[in-house]
């Protein structure tokens, strides 16, 4: 199997995993990598088919973990944003020894709405899936709209991550599928619920693809995981606040 693409910067003594979201690649965290570096060994990663990570296809959330860790220092907090927050759990569920504390970002252990679960409509994400192969690019911007809008920064948010997107190559539709069908069918629910290591969980009131209302519902499943919701936020709080993020992830750090 490939190496993919793995950047490591920064002196703390705590490594800090980052994993990005859908059609994205590891540029996204630019806006807090210098802050988190000052208190982090920070592990910069772009998901195997994205961005420089090329010549991987469609992949399992199971093979996905695994090709991550392969290349990950031996103890670690590992953070996930959105379909990263799917990657972060599974290596947590598959490998707890070397996962210090889990913090997913704007991410639900079940995506795809289901009779009492709120979520995305799963017709939706089948349309993108279609729509992938008619126009690849307007859909991943389309994609991108959608996560910051209703904030306070909604214009400027979205042009940092379509800079992080065309800044490196396009993934090939066959990854971008695959990442979709991981978000239709991944649902970790009941299988995090005995993870033991600290688990925190962070969301933006304003999240259109994560709603707020899995929040509570995942508090009273998940009681010995914590969670925050940044008032303001969409699906990039880190983006539209990166100090508040920065600060959630100190405090994770100093607890351990």
Request: aromatic residues 8%.
């Amino acid at each position: 199997m490939n190496d993919i693409w793995w950047q490591t910067e920064g002196q703390g003594n705590c490594h800090l995993v980052l994993l990005h979201g859908w059609g994205l690649n590891a540029e996204v965290w630019h806006c807090i990598s210098a802050e988190l570096a000052s208190h982090f060994t920070l592990h910069l990663v772009d998901l195997p088919g994205f961005g420089r990570s090329q010549g991987f296809g469609a992949m399992t959330l199971e093979a996905m973990a695994e090709c991550v860790l392969k290349q990950a220092p031996d103890k670690a907090v590992w953070l996930g944003w959105s379909l990263g927050g799917l990657v972060a759990s599974q290596v947590a569920l598959t490998h707890p020894e070397r996962v210090q504390a889990l913090v997913t970002v704007a991410s639900s252990p079940r995506f795809s709405a289901h009779e009492a679960w709120p979520g995305i409509k799963p017709e939706i994400l089948a349309g993108f899936q279609q729509q992938l192969s008619e126009d690849f690019q307007r859909t991943v911007e389309r994609f991108l709209a959608l996560q910051t809008l209703g904030t306070e920064t909604a214009r400027q948010d979205a042009r940092a991550l379509k800079k992080a997107v065309l800044a490196l190559p396009m993934p090939e539709v066959e990854v971008l599928n695959g990442g979709l069908e991981i978000l239709k069918t991944a649902d970790l629910r009941e299988p995090l619920k005995a993870l033991t290591m600290p688990f925190l969980r962070l969301y933006g009131y304003l999240d259109g693809l994560v709603p707020r209302k899995v929040v509570p519902m995942l508090d009273a499943l998940w009681p010995e995981s914590e969670s925050e919701v940044f008032a303001k936020a969409a699906h990039a709080p880190f983006i539209s606040h990166p100090d508040a993020f920065c600060q959630a992830l100190i405090a994770v750090k100093d607890k351990l």
